[in-house]
Structure formats: C-alpha cells, structure tokens
C-alpha cells in the first residue's frame, strides 16, 4: 500500500494483499502498453485531496484515453491541454449556475486542494482504448473509497454523472450525504438533462459556507 498516501491507506481500510495484487497488474499492463496516466499520476487524486478535507466527491468512469489528457483527476486535462467536450461542457453549466466566469484551463488542482475528491471508478487506462482496464480490479479498490467516504464523514456532496456514476448510489448513506444526479455532461446527452441541473449551486447550499473556487478568486480557498 505505499503507492497511496498512508492517511488513505489508513482511511480506506483495503486489503494490502489485493492492493498490492492490483498494482501488479498495472505494472504488467505497462510492460506492455502505453498506459495514461503516468505513473506518477494516477493516485494524484488522493494527494491533492486528504480524507478529512474531503468536502465533494465527483465521479468519472476513467481516464482520458488520447495523449497528454489524463492527469489523476476525474474530468481534468492539465493546464494547455485542449478541453475535452465533457469538461468544457461542465464549464458551461459551472458558469451559468454560479453567475461567474468559466474557468479558462482543465487544470483543476485548486479544486481538489478545496475539498473536491475528483474521482475517476477505474483509475488507468490502455492509450486510444477507453474502458481498457475495467477489469483490473480497480472498482474493488474505489467502491471502498466511496463507502468510506460516506460512513466515516458527517457531510459530502456526492455528484453522479451518468449512468455509470449513478450506479454507485447505493455506497452512498442519502440521509447524511447529498446526492446529485444527471445525464453525462459528454455532447451527446448534455441537452437532455445536464445543462440546467445546478449541480455547482446546490452542492454550495447544501454545505454552506463551503463555496466553489471561482476563476476570479483564484489562490483563495473556500472551506
């Protein structure tokens, strides 16, 4: 377990042989393809974001598959890096739901050092071959991330797009934790229920006084 930081290890509670069962994998995966993200990469999620401060919780399926995209964090490219459809739609919706700028590049690590655990459910994948890894074993791992989430902190928004994400509703305790769902903010069904959803809002009325970090307060954390 010494690839994710020790107060996930601790937090989470996983078993050290089937983590470190799934690390071989991945080791054998990249023996033999091109793997995204980098190595050193793809537990950045758990780095930038430690379980106490954990505030939001926004689920992927997996990471960017074409080169230079994925950076550890669900829906983020780093900074220069072209913006997806999916992401520069939630930009969209994040703008119109605040009131405030877009933000102009994917990079969002100040998200994740507020408190927004930006998790993608399988976390690496084969390059040009989405859903390539699926079968790793990383939901194992993640499930246990979602479930310890819910039990062990009072009060998290938890935001589901699509129907994969929400498939995972059951890990989450609705009496303690908020709940958002909708269709996937991808082209083909942000029309058809994501715009206008007001994830980004209701997230911000339901844990007042935290707040979203805004392009225009950038360098400021809310919490």
């Known amino acids: 377990m010494d690839r994710l930081p020790e107060n996930w290890s601790k937090f989470i509670g996983f078993p050290a042989d089937e983590f470190d069962a799934l690390m071989g994998r991945l080791a054998a995966a990249r023996a033999v393809e091109t793997v995204f993200p980098p190595d050193g990469m793809v537990f950045r999620a758990f780095e930038l974001t430690s379980p106490d401060a954990v505030r939001v919780v926004i689920l992927g ?5 074409g080169d230079g995209e994925a950076d550890g964090l669900s829906f983020a490219v780093p900074e ?11 930009f969209k919706e994040f703008a119109s739901d605040l009131g405030c ?12 050092c507020s408190g927004v655990l930006m998790l993608n459910s399988v976390l690496s994948v084969a390059a040009h071959c ?3 890894h699926r079968k790793l074993g990383w939901e194992r791992f993640t499930d246990a991330v979602i479930a310890a989430v819910s039990a062990k902190l009072p009060r998290c928004a938890f935001i589901l797009w699509g129907n994969y994400a929400i498939g995972k509703k059951p890990l989450i305790d609705p009496t303690r934790h908020l709940v958002l769902e909708s269709v996937h903010p991808s082209p083909l069904s942000a029309h058809r229920g994501f715009f206008g959803s007001r994830p980004f809002s209701k997230t911000e009325e339901f844990l007042a006084p935290w707040c979203w970090l805004r392009p225009e307060k950038k360098g400021e954390l809310f919490l």
């Open 61 to 65: 399926q997996d990471p960017y598959h």
């Open 80 to 90: 220069g890096v072209r913006l997806p459809p999916s992401l520069r739609n939630i």
């Open 101 to 112: 700028a877009a933000p102009e590049a994917g990079d969002l690590e100040e998200w994740a």
């Open 130 to 132: 989405p859903g390539s």
